[in-house]
């Protein structure tokens, strides 16, 4: 188990999810823990946007989305900035955080083989989708593909892995009839701020 794809040494994982063990191929792709109440209200639609989110990243990366498992924590910004304080050492709410389940992808995993965790925290997602004109929806959408994409061992941390990284999110959201998460929609875009 590792610490958010954003750290250096690997730290034990949050419980949000299944046991890495061994899954069940009628557990469905994403497990949903919604902890924080006003996101119902805000994206009632919240599991099926997540389960196709992991599906665009697992598909983009070639991985076959029946063999995986992601668990998704929709909290509030006061658990986020917990976790990032204890996670990663920054005592501040942030948008998304991830938890891979492995160092390396297995080469053949299981039927819902658990991949990792990602947290989403509702006020900062929707403050900074407010501020930039983008649908809630979309902004959440984008995120779980970024921590997904973190949980199947990319990252940001140099200028070459960030073109890759982002070349996927864009291929994945243009493939959804989504737009850029990156291009201009009147103001510039913003990063997923980790």
């Not at 954003?6 to 949903?32: C, I, K, S, Y």
């Not at 119902?40 to 599906?55: F, K, W």
């Not at 976790?83 to 390396?104: C, E, H, I, M, Q």
């Amino acid at each position: 188990m590792t610490a958010p794809a954003e750290t250096g040494p690997p730290e034990p994982r949050p419980e949000l999810g299944p046991d890495p063990a061994a899954g069940d191929a009628d557990e469905p792709l994403v497990e949903l823990l919604v902890e924080e109440p006003a996101w119902e209200a805000a994206l009632p639609e919240l599991a099926g946007i997540a389960a196709q989110a992991a599906e665009l990243a697992l598909r983009e990366t070639g991985q076959d989305p029946g063999r995986w498992q992601i668990a998704l924590l929709a909290c509030s910004d006061a658990r986020i900035a917990a976790l990032n304080a204890a996670f990663r050492g920054k005592d501040r709410p942030t948008d998304v955080l991830s938890w891979p389940a492995f160092d390396a992808l297995p080469e053949a995993p299981g039927p819902r083989t658990p991949l990792g965790d990602v947290a989403i925290a509702l006020e900062t997602i929707r403050e900074i989708a407010e501020e930039h004109a983008i649908p809630l929806k979309e902004r959440v959408l984008h995120l779980i593909l970024h921590g997904c994409l973190h949980l199947l061992g990319y990252d940001h941390q140099t200028a070459q892995d960030a073109e890759r990284m982002e070349g996927l999110e864009r291929n994945a959201m243009a493939r959804a009839g989504l737009p850029d998460p990156y291009g201009e929609r009147g103001a510039a875009r913003p990063l997923p701020e980790e």
